[in-house]
């Protein structure tokens, strides 16, 4: 039976999100673009908030079971406050829902509990490579055997929260697959190089991380000696994106909303003229459309559908071009004060261009 | 509970109707589309007697979808209208429009109506022939801009009746609604016109006009670009008398010039048929879709999901991007008869799903003939028909830009004159 009402509790969940989000991210949003550097003590509020606990079960320290629709609606209302805090906030996700979903009992028990019953720590994972083209299901870091151990080597960019990390999951190619490597603190061979310098997101701190003859043990391999599918990872980081994308576009387009209602030009508001008028009306409907597409994808991983694969990229991709047209409309809006750091439009636009990048970044 | 997972009802329903698609309309799309004007009897009367057969009736948005709906059952008529125009569409757009049933008139009638009036004017689509409606706003001078519409009703007090006169135009099922066919029931055109030219929207109001009348006149078929099966009639109102109660809505209300009621009853009409429409537009782009994919196929292209946009062929991007946006679209098509269900207010998703699907069905269509070259463009294969099929989309039910405006000042929140 179709519904697009969320739950009593996910309203809950929601209004808490969207409290954190317009009194404590969007106000440090600015400093901590133009200062690349996070404000550590809300992000332990965020990951306070128990959004990732949420998604585990009570044996492995948590307090619920998974659900992509509601780590969705959590993570739209966050990004609408800002997205480098909730990439942030949502770091250790990284580390946790890829054993949820796709390790042995063992590795479930032994390393969930350490993350999910403690403070914000930096559990993170290695995906994206330097390369144009980069294909998360054909990557060049590669996992080898050796006696009892996989030996891991390449580089990895964009790693979140790399310096001094507490675990990792590090993806490499195994037989031509993608498959998750639970990479301990201070492993030898792991070198944590520069921090990037990027278009937007300068708040995250996401570094390159060399492996050089990495060795893990068998029983480190994410599912244990029989691997394990990558499609549903891959598909929630999708879901993931989308939705971040989702909630900061809805940002910038009611700043710019806003915005029209009160500039005036020519004698009225600028949000009369039909120019104006007609970018808010169709920003506002790809908004509520990729919207959609991500809540349906997102129960879609839930339910476990067939077709989930599909359409978990097909809301990342409508995500994609939805974040950019937004964003960059939500500049123009405001004409040449939209260009001036002390309006969000800028830095919204800045970021917004990142999902074509970020996928990989966050998970639900 | 956020939920996805369609209702079997609906299921089941639009099971049969894909057959329906498959063997009624898919064979003689091209014959109808090659032969303007001539009507699909077969098809009519089929979907006549299989709607009679199902309790139905009509394709109309009725309340009385509600009818079988159990009180304590959710309601789905509106999403079950949605998913069955989005099939028949996918089968032939045209032909969708040449549903018997009511179409846009007894969707009027259902909105604005009296619990007297829908009885009494809807009755007939349940009788042993087949019959037909429609919905006259658009004129010579305007279309767009309905509350400059001149058509009007002068109530001659000794009679008791109303006195129309004008010219409407693009009356969809004008013809099948007003001409006596001896294969139909006689129908009726809900014809809106001012009660008082000089108040502007105010003044406008629905009024039945029934088959028959005299002095309304078919005075012309147009000839279209796409959807030929379906006859878009210009209508001629030369002094026709209709009783006092045709006037849709109780009357108290319906004839003090000082409210714009009756205009905010044809506001309500496109709040609960615009979804439609945007439906039948998502079924011509399934349909372009789901072919040109087949073709891509025979040809040895597989579109390949999940690679980065770098790795991509061409057409793998452009197939993507359709299917994306394909979605997208029909989500908010089923999120705004959802609302309409659930007696939400869905203005403004009704009017995004209208934004969005006259969008997409054009945009996808006009690629799928790109992308298939000199296959594409020829008359042998259905993509050029669905091209200019879909195009009406964009235009009917408000235009892209008239939706925009919708849009556009519900979330300013502007009023018609701050932004017109
Ligand atoms: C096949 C077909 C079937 C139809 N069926 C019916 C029917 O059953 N009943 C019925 O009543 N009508 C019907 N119509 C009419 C249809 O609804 C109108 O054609 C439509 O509303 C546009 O009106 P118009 O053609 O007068 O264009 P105009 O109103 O003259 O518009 C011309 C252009 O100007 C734009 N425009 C107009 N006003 C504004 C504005 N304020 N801001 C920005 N742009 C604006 C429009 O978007 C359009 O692009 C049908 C039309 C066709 C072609």
């Not at chain 1, 029983?219 to 900061?248: C, K, Q, T």
């Not at chain 2, 014959?31 to 057969?53: L, S």
């Not at chain 2, 259902?110 to 658009?138: D, N």
Request: aromatic letters at 8%; proline letters at 4%.
């Amino acid at each position: 039976m179709y519904s697009f009402e969320p739950s009593e509790e996910q309203r809950m969940l929601v209004d808490a999100v969207k409290r954190y989000a317009a009194n404590d991210l969007r106000p440090a949003m600015r400093d901590a673009d133009e200062e690349a550097q996070l404000n550590m003590d809300l992000v332990e509020k965020g990951w306070e908030l128990g959004i990732l606990q949420a998604s585990v079960p009570e044996e492995y320290g948590g307090f619920g079971e998974r659900s992509a629709v509601t780590s969705v609606l959590a993570a739209e209302e966050m990004a609408w406050g800002d997205l480098a805090a909730s990439l942030a906030v949502m770091t250790p996700g990284l580390y946790v829902l890829p054993l949820l979903l796709a390790g042995t009992e063992e590795q479930k028990q032994e390393l969930i509990p350490p993350v999910i019953e403690a403070e914000w720590k930096p559990y993170t994972a290695a995906l994206l490579e330097w390369k144009f083209d980069f294909d998360a299901n054909d990557l060049q870091t590669t996992a080898q055997e050796d006696g009892d151990a996989y030996v891991i080597n390449g580089e990895k960019v964009y790693v979140p929260f790399a310096d001094g990390y507490e675990g990792m999951i590090v993806y490499a190619k195994v037989d031509g697959k993608t498959q998750g490597f639970v990479v301990p603190k201070a492993a030898a061979g792991v070198t944590v190089g520069e921090r990037h310098k990027l278009l937007g997101v300068h708040a995250l701190p996401l570094y390159r991380v060399k492996f050089e003859g990495v060795r893990v043990p068998k029983e480190n391999r994410l599912g244990g000696a029989a691997g394990h599918d990558f499609a549903p990872i891959l598909a929630s980081m999708w879901v993931a994106n989308a939705a971040l994308a989702v909630g900061m576009s809805r940002a910038a387009l009611e700043y710019a909303i806003d915005y029209a209602k009160e500039r005036e030009a020519f004698g009225v508001k600028i949000g009369q003229k039909q120019a104006i008028a007609f970018m808010l009306a169709e920003m506002a409907t790809e908004v509520e459309g990729v919207r959609l597409l991500t809540w349906e994808a997102a129960w879609k991983l839930d339910k476990g559908k067939d077709d989930f694969y599909k359409h978990a990229y097909l809301a990342h991709n409508g995500a994609v071009d939805m974040a950019m047209m937004v964003t960059d409309r939500a500049v123009q809006v405001l004409g040449g004060h939209g260009y001036i750091r002390e309006h969000p439009v800028e830095l919204w636009m800045r970021n917004g261009r990142g999902f074509a990048t970020f996928a990989g970044l966050a998970m639900v | 509970m956020i939920d996805f997972e369609m209702p079997e009802v609906i299921a089941k329903q639009q099971y049969l109707l894909k057959t329906v698609a498959d063997n009624m309309m898919r064979p003689v799309s091209r014959y109808y589309d090659e032969h303007e004007h001539e009507i699909p009897w077969d098809y009519i009367e089929f979907m006549h007697t299989a709607m009679k057969a199902s309790g139905a009736g009509s394709l109309a948005p009725s309340e009385g979808g509600e009818k079988k709906e159990k009180k304590d059952r959710p309601r789905i008529g509106y999403q079950m209208l949605a998913f069955m125009i989005e099939m028949l569409s996918w089968g032939d757009a045209g032909m969708y429009l040449v549903t018997p049933g009511g179409g846009l008139g007894a969707a009027a009638v259902e909105a604005t109506g009296t619990p007297e009036q829908k009885r009494r004017f809807l009755e007939r689509f349940k009788k042993e022939k087949p019959a037909f409606a429609a919905m006259a706003m658009t004129e010579p001078c305007c279309g767009s801009d309905t509350a400059a519409i001149r058509t009007t009703a002068v109530l001659d007090k000794e009679t008791n009746e109303w006195v129309l006169n004008g010219e409407k135009i693009f009356v969809t099922a004008g013809d099948k609604s007003l001409t006596p066919y001896e294969q139909l029931e006689p129908g009726f055109v809900v014809v809106w016109a001012t009660i008082d030219p000089k108040a502007g929207r105010a003044g406008i109001r629905p009024f039945v006009v029934e088959a028959g009348t005299p002095g309304v006149k078919v005075t012309k078929l147009e000839h279209k670009m796409g959807i030929r099966v379906s006859d878009t009639a210009a209508i001629v109102l030369q002094n026709a008398r209709i009783p006092f109660d045709n006037i849709l809505g109780s009357p108290e209300v319906i004839t003090d010039k000082k409210t714009s009621k009756g205009f905010k009853g044809a506001m309500s009409t496109f709040n609960a048929t615009r979804p439609l429409v945007s439906a039948s537009a998502m079924g011509v782009a399934r349909a372009t879709l789901e072919l040109l994919k087949e073709m891509l196929k025979q040809e040895g292209v597989e579109i390949r999901y999940g690679l980065p946009r770098a790795k991509m062929t061409n057409i793998e991007r452009e197939v993507i991007d359709m299917e994306t946006m394909l979605r997208e679209a029909w989500l908010l098509v089923l999120k705004a008869v959802w609302l309409a269900d659930q007696r939400q207010p869905n203005a403004l998703t009704a009017s995004m799903s209208k934004v969005k699907a006259g969008e997409v069905v054009t945009k996808i269509t006009q690629k799928a003939v790109e992308l298939m070259g000199p296959l594409g463009y020829s008359r042998d294969f259905l993509l050029e028909k669905w091209f200019r099929d879909a195009k009406i989309n964009d235009i009917f039910e408000g235009t892209g830009q008239i939706n925009r405006l919708i849009v556009a000042r519900q979330i300013l929140g502007f009023h018609g004159a701050q932004l017109r």
